[in-house]
């Protein structure tokens, strides 16, 4: 072979082999990310009935509305579902190694055995404790999750009243002493005046809470509220809180529909919708950062992350939810050891099949390592 097509070949050669050891680098490095600076947040799924048509078209058992999950994406972190139906030992295990929690919206009741009631109820426990350990760990609750969170901060006292806020975009009702809040404080003025002046915080409520409901004893001087609104029929209920001790934060409207919901012709899209809409989500992210929780290593992490899951395009079947990640799991045959993190089987290798995988890998990038030196001596 004549020198000069020899050494052509090399140089392929090489750029090959480099390239490939490259990758292969990256894809090591990129195995984990700074969770100061990409935090991982929980998102607790929720049950669907046996007759609704999520459940009915996708065999499913459980869900988790994609906006929510794109809502935390959007903002820079990442999620990790949050199963229903557990114990309260997994509930432990899982957050400590998370950086906060998002307690979505829905349709559903409290008093489900094992549901998302129960779910809320050990998470709003351990979180209480983990503050109290001094470790910083938010909560925000969108809409039910906001009903949830202040239920069971209150041991389960119920002072919601019904409300008739189906399909409403509203401008929010500050008060005095918003701008003391910690929610609020860092909020531009062009992001206040389009929350204060425009229909641009989606509403789809049947309950909520009044400004009397905070002066139970139970919740008494524990909350801070910000806003207020007015439903339907012309109900005062309050719309947005954060708790005075707590990094819990709750709205009764839906930040996360101008940005990611597009089922409904009063659902909100402007620029100011989007704009507002992102000053919460970036909110919450940052709280996130704050906190210093981190999974045990690598494999684990990944093995919890939502991407293990797809959603499915679900208003083309009808649903309220442009997509969903629905789930189809029976706890007792599916989780094995209850304290599992994830469902079983696990398509990716863990323990020895585990150190299989990675002794392969590492093999691959010592050929490739090889082959790149070998041709230098072209």
Known sequence: MPHSTMSSCCKRMQSLCLGFLLL??????????????????????????????????????????????????????RVVPIWIGRNQSYYEKLLLN???????????WFI?????????????????????NGTYFPVWGTCLGMELMVLKVANGSETRSDCNSAGQALPLEFQADYNSSRLFAGASDEVISALSNENITYNYHRFCYTVASFDEPALKDNWRIMSL????????????????????????????????????????HTKSAVLASQYFADFFVNEARQCPHVFANATEQ????????????????????????????????????????YPLP?????????????????????IALSAFVATQHC
């Open 229 to 268: 609104n007015h439903d339907l029929q012309g109900y005062e209920f309050v719309s947005t809180i954060e708790h005075l001790k707590y990094p819990f934060y709750g709205v009764e409207f839906h930040p996360e529909i101008p940005l990611y919901e597009f089922v409904g012709t009063k659902m909100p």
């Open 98 to 108: 998370l950086q906060g929690v998002l307690l979505p919206g829905g349709a559903t």
């Open 346 to 366: 696990y398509p990716y290798p863990t323990g020895a099949g585990a150190e299989k995988h990675y002794f392969g890998f590492a093999f691959v990038i010592t």
């Open 24 to 77: 292969c680098l990256l894809t090591t490095v990129q195995a984990d990310v700074n969770g100061s600076v990409s935090p991982i947040i929980g998102v607790l799924a929720q049950e669907l009935y046996p007759d609704s048509l999520s459940a009915t078209t996708y065999n499913a058992t459980s869900y988790i509305a994609a906006s929510y999950v794109k809502f935390i994406e959007g903002a820079g972190g």
């Open 302 to 341: 990944k093995r919890s992350l939502i991407y293990n899951y797809n959603p499915k395009y679900t208003s083309l079947a009808g649903s309220s939810y442009t997509q969903q990640y629905v789930f189809h799991f029976d706890v007792d045959s599916v989780f094995g050891d209850d304290d599992s993190l």
């Open 112 to 132: 489900e055995t094992l549901g998302y009631g129960d779910a809320g109820e050990h998470l709003i426990r351990i979180a209480k404790q983990i503050n109290d």
